[in-house]
């Protein structure tokens, strides 16, 4: 274990500890829940050592580890909202293919309004969150933001039905993202606007992650 990373969360349990404790509201839960933010966030920083170790990183990993815990006991429901957004509930169903939902959002959003709108609107990261999980500034989250919600409003509804026939880069990123969203990855969707690597440098090394992992767990 690296001491980098253990001082520094030493450094920062007691805020950790009381994120916990606002959003579990009871100690026991609270504890489990603090577990799991320190094996996802050691998980996270070992992948990418560069990542910034920070109070909001720990902050930000209970939190979207606390949604996603909420999110598997309530029963899914497929929607669109009134103002055209995908409802983030639908990357959640458990019969529901990511892949085929996501050809879209790649197809037809840029970027940046990739990975702002799929940690606004699937992770449920707040504005702030976004802009320091991406180095944006507050007001380019709100604006890919906005853009990318016309256009899913616009475009993607419309032509949801259709096969979109993807770029090899494309397709590849739509696999990390699907992958990612299913672990509850968020620094690896950040880091494709973070990092000066490619989404086949990511993938790569996400791939070798896993790879490890299950050896380790066999």
């Not at 840029?110 to 609107?121: G, I, R, T």
């Not at 000066?196 to 440098?201: F, G, I, R």
Request: glycine content about 2%; some cysteine.
């Amino acid at each position: 274990m690296s001491d980098e990373f253990q001082q520094t969360w030493e450094r920062y349990l007691p805020s950790t500890w009381k994120t916990c404790m606002y959003l579990a509201k009871n100690k026991h839960d609270a504890e489990d829940l603090l577990q799991t933010t320190w094996e996802k966030a050691f998980r996270s920083w070992r992948k990418q050592q560069q990542a910034e170790l920070t109070k909001s990183y720990f902050s930000i990993i209970a939190k979207n580890t606390w949604i996603d815990k909420k999110r598997k006991k309530q029963v899914p429901t497929v929607s669109v909202d009134n103002a055209g957004e995908i409802s983030g509930s639908i990357f959640h169903e458990s019969n529901v293919d990511l892949e085929e939902l996501l050809r879209p959002l790649v197809k037809k959003l840029s970027l940046n309004q990739q990975v702002v709108f799929l940690l606004a609107e699937v992770c449920c990261c707040s504005l702030k969150e976004i802009a320091m999980l991406t180095k944006l500034s507050t007001g380019a989250v709100k604006s890919n933001l906005f853009r990318a919600r016309h256009t899913v409003r616009t475009k993607v509804r419309a032509r949801a039905a259709e096969k979109e026939n993807l770029k090899n880069e494309e397709a590849l990123r739509v696999s990390l993202y699907a992958n990612a969203l299913q672990d509850g990855d968020i620094q690896t969707i950040a880091g494709l606007l973070t990092e000066e690597a490619s989404v086949y440098t990511l993938y790569s090394r996400r791939s070798l992650v896993k790879s490890s992992e299950l050896r380790l767990a066999a």
